[in-house]
């Protein structure tokens, strides 16, 4: 049932050598690397499982042929972790980080690694997903997201992360921007998205923690309870501003029953396993744990379901320069049609 790493891929290898010398001089008791090995799920940070003679850890570098620095920013993550940790405990402990790229090409950082279940893209073989327990498990997903986004910013110094001001517009500036340097074919939903939605943007709400990337997979589950979340992963990309930005971008995630396809699967989320909440419920479930106003929750499902087309897109672009030859990027470029088309679907229909 626990997530598991396997072999690592090829063109992702780590210099052993180099890392074992840099490790023993500054980890404190470290003496040898026992195994190196790669946990398969994402298409960003790269992800690799850590045994050493002082236990189990995880280290996280950027992927190769990467040039985005403010999404791939180890020490960033690194630095999120540290302060999350005295106020949220469902984080895993970072022990080191390091900028030094010639240490294994990039930066890097090493953290606890938290055992626990990871729902992927497909069902577990060894683990009954009944309707009831998808529900249960949707439902503690959204009401976990509700509370990240209560989290006192002030007090705790997590505004330090940003700059909630002016959030929204940076956002949906921003990401037509990465969209159009990435750009490789002409994408009918992502150019309407681009036209929309810098003459819709709303005023900035309440400012809160973003997570944006919440999903599933960025979930460790207890094992013996998979309603109770253990821990959050993949904080490359947090940041304070409106939280209904990070509500669309996991609703944008959110493929329900009948979206599922071959296309689809290799990014979906569980989410279209009978039992789940819809998006209409999980807006509302959010709406009661989080008390925000929810009115306008088609700007941020169509922001979301673009910003995704985007990452998906330049990372597709990263493919066809030849930066990584990941055979996983050779399709992404129909799941950017898949992702603008939902957005732009929402924007017409007035609804999730």
């Given at each position: 049932?626990?997530?598991?790493?396997?072999?690592?891929?090829s063109?992702?290898e780590?210099?052993?050598?180099?890392?074992?010398?840099?490790?023993?001089g500054?980890?404190?008791?470290h003496e040898?690397?026992?195994?190196?090995?790669?946990f398969p799920?994402?298409y960003?940070?790269?992800?690799y499982?850590l045994r050493?003679?002082?236990?189990?850890y995880?280290?996280?570098?950027?992927?190769?042929?990467?040039?985005?620095?403010?999404?791939?920013?180890?020490?960033?993550e690194y630095?999120?972790?540290?302060?999350?940790?005295?106020h949220?405990?469902?984080?895993?402990?970072?022990?080191?980080?390091c900028?030094d790229?010639?240490?294994?090409?990039a930066?890097?950082y090493?953290?606890?690694?938290?055992?626990?279940?990871?729902?992927?893209?497909?069902?577990?073989k060894?683990?009954?997903?009944?309707?009831?327990l998808?529900r249960?498990?949707?439902?503690?997903?959204?009401d976990n997201?509700?509370?990240l986004?209560?989290?006192?910013?002030?007090?705790?110094?997590?505004i330090?992360l940003?700059?909630?001001?002016g959030?929204?517009?940076?956002?949906?500036?921003?990401?037509?921007?990465?969209y159009?340097?990435?750009?490789?074919?002409?994408v009918?939903g992502?150019?309407?998205?681009?036209d929309?939605?810098?003459?819709?943007?709303?005023?900035?709400?309440?400012?809160?923690?973003?997570h944006?990337?919440?999903?599933?997979?960025?979930?460790?589950l207890?094992?013996?309870d998979?309603t109770d979340?253990?821990a959050?992963l993949?904080?490359?990309?947090?940041?304070?501003?409106d939280?209904?930005?990070?509500?669309?971008?996991?609703?944008?995630y959110?493929i329900?029953?009948g979206?599922e396809?071959?296309l689809?699967?290799g990014?979906?989320?569980l989410?279209?396993?009978?039992?789940n909440?819809?998006?209409?419920e999980?807006?509302?479930?959010y709406?009661?744990?989080s008390?925000?106003?929810?009115?306008?929750v088609?700007?941020?499902?169509?922001?979301?379901?673009?910003?995704?087309?985007?990452?998906?897109?330049?990372?597709?672009y990263?493919?066809?320069?030849?930066?990584?030859?990941?055979?996983?990027f050779?399709?992404?470029?129909?799941?950017?049609?898949?992702?603008?088309?939902?957005?732009?679907?929402?924007?017409?229909?007035?609804t999730?």
């Open positions: 049932m626990l997530d598991q790493p396997t072999n690592i891929r063109g992702e780590l210099d052993l050598k180099k890392l074992q010398a840099y490790l023993a500054v980890w404190s008791g040898r690397i026992v195994e190196l090995k790669q799920g994402g960003s940070n790269l992800t499982a050493t003679n002082q236990g189990e995880v280290l996280r570098r950027p992927p190769f042929g990467a040039n985005i620095k403010s999404a791939h920013d180890m020490g960033r630095r999120v972790l540290s302060m999350l940790q005295p949220y405990k469902k984080v895993p402990q970072p022990i080191l980080r900028d790229d010639h240490i294994i090409g930066p890097f090493i953290m606890e690694r938290v055992q626990g279940v990871i729902l992927r893209n497909q069902p577990p060894d683990i009954d997903l009944t309707p009831e998808m249960a498990i949707s439902e503690a997903t959204i997201l509700a509370t986004h209560t989290l006192d910013i002030e007090a705790t110094g997590l330090d940003g700059k909630p001001a959030y929204i517009n940076r956002q949906v500036s921003g990401w037509i921007k990465r159009r340097k990435s750009e490789t074919d002409t009918p992502m150019d309407f998205l681009a929309w939605l810098p003459l819709h943007q709303p005023n900035d709400g309440a400012a809160g923690l973003i944006n990337d919440y999903k599933y997979d960025n979930l460790v207890n094992p013996d998979l979340i253990k959050v993949d904080w490359e990309m947090c940041t304070v501003g939280p209904l930005m990070d509500l669309g971008t996991t609703l944008a959110w329900e029953p979206e396809n071959p689809t699967m990014v979906a989320n989410t279209w396993l009978p039992g909440l819809t998006r209409r999980v807006v509302e479930r709406a009661t744990a008390g925000r106003d929810v009115a306008n088609v700007f941020y499902y169509a922001f979301g379901a673009f910003k995704i087309g985007v990452i998906l897109q330049q990372i597709y990263r493919y066809k320069k030849g930066y990584t030859q990941d055979p996983r050779a399709f992404l470029i129909e799941l950017v049609k898949v992702f603008g088309k939902q957005g732009q679907n929402a924007v017409e229909s007035g999730v």
